[in-house]
């Protein structure tokens, strides 16, 4: 038996005494881990090699079809994470809190942060009912009638000749159709530019441009000279093309932070903060099972609607308005108002046995309560001295 083998030998006597849920979070890390390996392996690599312009060309195909897809995308993430999150259901690993970056945690490769997971949960039920009623638009029209047809006629009729022609399309809209045509109207329009300033007649035009820059070089020569660069001047002129090129870095981060705002309002309400903070993970793993069980059993019987809605004769109800509302109706629903029921009553009957911190918790209500009086002694405070400066 040579060492390769040994260690399998090895490596399968460790996985047999493993639970289930252990050797599931044990076979997502591996493959986090290969993919990760894959992918520092490829970067070795010079840019010119075919592996990494192959790999850069499928990425931004990748991206755009992520772009285009995003909603399908996106519930995607977050089936996948909740079947991670469903699937490690140890006793050991229930009894815990849940893993946080907020906390310091160290979450293992392949895993997530389990409470963004859970702040998260809303609006993925919101963004599956926006899809089902999209769905339910798409199937219910005449007028994508022709896209349908095209797609059998094209399985039906399927040659590799056709997928390569039309790949071949698909690269020429995309370089010559889209980015050359951009590219051209960019330089004709510098071109314009220069010849509408550079005319013949407009003499003036070219000469105030000229003397502008020879003034400018001049100023420039004039700063690099005696500003003492090492003082606030300079300090200033970093902050200034910083703040420029940074600015697109800025804004995504504005929008990632309202994201993160509007996940945590209503995480607030469905699950309640004190309970993210203190409560098991036992806990949010059944409220994800019971809701994720309801949320199979809206969307089968919706099904199970459409299709005797569609095989009758005289149907009971206009699918093409009636079941893209209705699927829309219970995302908001479904994602909302029913986690925050499953929560509630779920800690409601548990009488407080999925609570991991009992002091932490009570700390936690008495601080929360001092805020809010604190914030009120300094409204009211406020109030006073505005009424006094009135009266005096």
């Known amino acids: 038996m040579d060492k390769e083998e040994a260690k399998e030998v090895e490596k399968k006597e460790d996985t047999e005494e493993l639970t289930g849920a252990q050797k599931r979070a044990l076979r997502q890390k591996e493959r986090a881990q290969k993919r990760r390996e894959r992918i520092e392996k490829l970067k070795e690599k010079k840019p010119y090699h075919p592996l990494r312009i192959l790999r850069g060309i499928g990425l931004f195909f990748l991206i755009i079809i992520k772009i285009l897809f995003f909603p399908c995308v996106y519930a995607y993430w977050k089936i996948r994470d909740s079947y ?7 006793d050991e690993d229930l009894g815990q809190k849940l893993i946080t970056a907020e906390n310091n945690d160290t979450i293992e490769e392949g895993y997530f942060d389990e409470v963004g997971f ?37 399985f039906v009729n399927f040659e590799w000749a056709k997928l390569w022609a039309l790949f071949v399309d698909i690269l020429e809209a995309i370089f010559v159709d889209i980015i050359w045509v951009a590219l051209k109207w960019i330089g004709n329009g510098i071109a314009d ?45 970093k902050a200034f093309f910083k703040a420029i090129f940074t600015f697109p870095k800025v804004v995504w981060g504005w929008m990632k932070d309202a994201y993160h705002w509007i996940q945590k309002t209503i995480s607030g309400f469905t699950f309640g903060n004190d309970k993210l903070k203190f409560y098991q993970k036992r806990f949010f793993y059944r409220v994800v099972l019971y809701s994720s069980i309801i949320s199979f059993w809206i969307i089968t019987a919706v099904i199970v609607l459409v299709i005797a809605n569609v095989s009758v004769e005289n149907p009971i109800v206009n699918g093409v308005i009636v079941f893209p509302i209705v699927l829309l109706i219970i995302g908001f ?22 609570l991991i911190d009992p002091i932490g918790m009570e700390k936690y209500h008495k601080d929360k309560i001092k805020a809010k009086e604190d914030k009120k002694a300094q409204r009211e405070e406020k109030r006073r001295k505005r009424v006094a400066k009135k009266s005096s």
């Open 84 to 90: 991670k999150f469903l699937s490690r259901n140890d």
């Open 118 to 154: 859970l702040r998260s949960l809303p609006m993925f039920y919101i963004t599956i009912g926006i899809i089902g009623a999209i769905l339910a638009i798409i199937i219910s029209f005449e007028f994508f009638d022709p896209i349908w047809t095209a797609i059998r006629d094209f």
């Open 193 to 237: 530019i220069f010849i509408f300033l550079f005319a013949g007649e407009r003499f003036w035009v070219p000469l105030v441009i000229l003397i502008s820059i020879g003034i400018g070089i001049v100023i420039l020569a004039v700063i690099f000279s005696e500003v003492d660069f090492s003082g606030k001047f300079m300090k200033k002129v």
């Open 333 to 354: 629903v479904n994602g909302i108002l029913l986690l925050a029921f499953l929560s509630w009553f779920v800690g409601l009957i548990s009488s407080g046995k999925y």
